[in-house]
């Protein structure tokens, strides 16, 4: 039902560089049955990239906490050949919501937090023109939001980085762009309206927060990270019974057309 989108997961594409024998000590770190490896073009010398099962949110933090507690080798993000990219499962959108997490993505006035918050600009993850009256899908796969996969739609915007903060913040991006699109009118779209969303909601998007308090976009005091390494398992027993998040309830309401198209 497209008023009703199912629960969202998401997947995690990390093209790392690294040396001989680092490929065993990733897999044993986040565990072959979450993850396996892959050769990519796009890597410059050694390198591989990481390549996760679909997973909700709660269940990445417990199954890349081992991993970011101590980076296997010299594992490394750094090379400006290598890019993290994050796919949402299609079924948990609608048509509407897609159109505007690419209006977000693509607009001019929101192109300096973009960057920003990707870390980086990439003609593998090119910005597209589009209009707020047009649900025209680009037949490019190589732009910011790809909607050409079968089950996905996949932000392809971020720079990779083995730094657990940052990674948090862009996967938590991904899941508050697809909440937020999912209540905001297309025509009122804006960085101060997702800004806000995310600061009302910050201890769902902790590292997001932090990042957008750090760049002065939000105002203080920064949110404690609690999602780096395993105290994220005893959390989660200890909160067991804890309500849904405002990003999980806020997706079940879907806006009416709205008249807009």
């Known amino acids: 039902d497209a008023k009703h989108p199912k629960r969202a997961y998401f997947g995690v594409e990390l093209e790392v560089q690294a040396d001989s024998g680092d490929d065993t000590e990733v897999l044993d770190k986040l565990g072959r049955e979450h993850v396996y490896l892959k050769e990519d ?10 390549v996760t099962h679909p997973h909700t949110i709660a269940e990445h ?10 980076v296997p080798g010299s594992v490394s993000g750094d090379s400006a050949s290598c890019g993290m990219h994050v796919h949402i499962s299609l079924d948990a959108l609608t048509t509407l919501q897609i159109h505007r997490m690419r209006l977000f993505l693509y607009s001019p006035e929101n192109a300096r ?27 490019d796969r190589y732009q ?6 079968e089950h996905t739609v996949e932000i392809r915007i971020f720079a990779s980085t083995t730094d657990a903060a940052t990674f948090w913040a ?5 899941d508050a762009l697809r909440a ?15 800004v806000n969303f995310v600061s009302v909601s910050k201890f769902s ?39 849904p998040s405002v990003a999980d309830t806020v ?6 057309m709205e008249g807009t198209f």
């Open 113 to 139: 937090y973009i960057r920003q918050i990707a870390g980086r600009t990439s003609s593998y993850a090119k910005p597209k023109a589009v209009s707020p009256r047009s649900l025209h899908c680009s037949t």
């Open 144 to 149: 910011g939001l790809n909607t050409l996969n």
């Open 205 to 243: 998007y902790r590292n997001l927060h932090n990042h957008n308090v750090e760049l002065s976009y939000a105002q203080g005091p920064a949110v404690k990270p609690e999602y780096i390494g395993r105290k994220v398992a005893k959390k989660n027993k200890a909160h067991k019974k804890q309500a």
């Open 41 to 50: 073009s796009s890597i410059d010398d050694s390198g591989f990239e990481i």
């Open 61 to 70: 933090r417990k199954r890349w906490a081992k991993f970011f507690e101590s």
């Open 170 to 174: 862009r996967l938590e991006f991904c």
């Open 251 to 256: 997706v079940r309401i879907i806006d009416e």
């Open 180 to 194: 937020y699109c999912a209540s905001e009118h297309t025509l009122r779209l804006s960085v101060s309206g997702f």
